[in-house]
């Protein structure tokens, strides 16, 4: 059980930055894995960057090593994902996820946010 509340989205032109905040709620917290994903239009969501709350080991996609880096404010149960270098195919509706299993996989995480839409612009 874990309510999660996005914020962060808008308009940036490609090669800028942009970075989503995602405030979580949840008793059993640091168990917990977060997670952002992303869906294009016509497209499956896609697994974006995720982090072990506890110890803070994170994955990334390819398609945005490098350029994403998701982190966690303890004190705050916020976690966030800095995006810099935006391309024209980073715009999507970009979803914060909770989950309990270290995943790529979109059905292992059990609790979403509500999506914010992230458009990048040329």
């Known amino acids: 059980q874990v309510q999660l509340v996005e914020s962060g989205g808008g308009l940036v032109q490609a090669g800028g930055s942009l970075r989503l905040s995602c405030a979580a709620s949840?008793?059993?917290?640091?168990?917990?894995?977060m997670g952002w994903f992303r869906q294009a239009p016509g497209k499956e969501r896609e697994f974006v960057a995720a982090?072990?709350?506890?110890?803070?080991?994170?994955n990334y996609a390819d398609s945005v090593k490098g350029r994403f880096t998701i982190s966690r404010e303890i004190a705050k149960k916020t976690v966030y994902l800095q995006m810099n270098t935006l391309k024209l195919e980073d715009t999507a509706v970009y979803y914060c996820?909770?989950?309990?299993?270290?995943?790529?996989?979109?059905?292992?995480?059990?609790?979403w946010g509500q999506g914010t839409q992230v458009t990048v612009s040329s």
């Open positions: 949840t008793r059993t917290f640091s168990t917990y894995i």
């Open positions: 996820a909770a989950g309990l299993r270290f995943s790529v996989t979109d059905t292992d995480f059990r609790s």
């Open positions: 982090i072990r709350w506890s110890g803070g080991t994170t």
